[in-house]
């Protein structure tokens, strides 16, 4: 039994959608599919204003100069989080003030923001790791008090909510990613959601390559021409036709990965204790859109042992983000931050597979071998 991390899910119209864009005569950005694909976002969700990007790092790319990230700006967010979280920042020459972990969840500790803040800070990064919600009334707060730009990190968040809102259109601005280990996905793809009215129509300018062409289309202005900075954030129509595809059944695709999510849940629940491994915790504020299951070990040596008993049974597990503050690249910069708990889940987290095919009873197999690895 050969039991992949991840299997993209196809719904069957992918393929009929991509040859519809074809027919249409419009491959590039902004066709019908993108359309579509931003209209279903914002009548859902109700999003103000959304934007298809060709991944969530583009998204957040955009995010930063949008909020004009420069050089001696600092912006706060979690060490526990993928790299482009960062990077899109120190790319506009920011300042990363990494801020731990949560004892109870490897999201940001909300708690531990306001230290951190200084005279420079200019935003906060939180990051809904495996699509739990930061306390964002927290956050928002924060934002508030010191005049700060809120970037929701919902790479894995879509169709999360926090106290009934849909994660990604509380802060400022949202990015989300379509990557092919997400819920809903395109192969690679993203999506910025603007929720501040002033940075609608600059966002539209960034997303064409730095000109006012989406204001020409529509008829406002009689020519158009280079206004900002920007760069070629569209993804292709093919793109958006296959994403589309996906969003059309997110409402199947959602309730089987919950009901895979508890059937972890349940499983893992009753060896928990003999295993001495904790499962993840949803706080009571969050919902669960089911992104990824993981477990935590007792440390590092036995993260490893699990993970490689697992792999001699060819079932494919993962260890996941290590933490930023502590990266190669990072090394260059005099900073020092103290991230324990970020340092904690870098050790001892573990990802299992996790994808709509995956079957119960390949489920109980691996939980089995999880539970053999404790002697």
């Known amino acids: 039994m050969n039991i992949p991390f991840n299997k993209p899910y196809s719904t069957g119209k992918e393929l009929t959608y991509i040859q519809d864009a074809i027919s249409r005569g419009h491959l590039s950005g902004n066709g019908y599919y993108t359309k579509q694909c931003q209209a279903f976002f914002e009548k859902r969700y109700g999003f103000k204003k959304c934007l298809l990007t060709t991944s969530g790092t583009d998204a957040l790319e955009m995010a930063a100069i949008l909020i004009d990230i420069s050089p001696g700006d600092e912006v706060i967010m979690p060490s526990y989080t993928f790299v482009s979280t960062a990077n899109a920042f120190v790319l506009r020459g920011a300042k990363i003030v990494f801020c731990d972990s949560r004892a109870d969840h490897p999201g940001i500790d909300e708690d531990k923001i306001e230290p951190l803040i200084t005279s420079k800070t200019k935003a906060i990064v939180p990051v809904h790791y495996a699509g739990i919600a930061c306390d964002m009334d927290k956050i928002m707060a924060l934002a508030d008090k010191y ?69 020409f289309f529509r008829g406002e202005i009689d020519k158009y021409g280079w206004v900002d900075i920007g760069s070629s954030f569209l993804p292709s129509d093919i793109i958006a036709a296959f994403l589309y595809a996906q969003l059309e059944h997110i409402n199947d695709i959602q309730s089987k990965r919950i009901e895979i999510w508890n059937n972890y849940y349940e499983l893992l629940d009753k060896i928990k204790t003999d295993v001495r491994i904790r499962l993840p915790i949803i706080p009571e504020y969050a919902s669960n859109n089911a992104h990824m299951f993981y477990i935590i070990a007792k440390n590092n040596i036995q993260k490893d042992l699990i993970i490689a008993e ?66």
Request: glycine share 6%; proline share 2%; hydrophobic share 35%.
């Open 147 to 215: 005049n700060l730009f809120v970037v929701e990190d919902a790479a894995q968040a879509i169709d999360s909510y926090y106290k009934g809102r849909p994660l990604g259109g509380i802060g400022h601005l949202g990015c989300f990613s379509f990557h092919e280990t997400k819920n809903i996905i395109s192969g690679e793809g993203g999506m910025l959601v603007i929720n501040d009215e002033r940075f609608i129509e600059r966002s539209e300018i960034i997303w064409e390559k730095g000109t006012n062409r989406q204001a």
């Open 310 to 375: 697992l792999k001699r049974n060819d079932i494919h597990a993962v260890f996941h983000y290590q933490s930023l503050h502590k990266s190669e690249y990072f090394k260059q910069f005099d900073y020092n931050f103290d991230c324990p708990q970020s340092d904690y889940y870098s050790d001892c987290l573990i990802r299992l597979p996790f994808y709509y095919e995956l079957s119960l009873k390949e489920q109980e197999f691996i939980c089995q071998i999880i539970d053999k690895a404790k002697r």
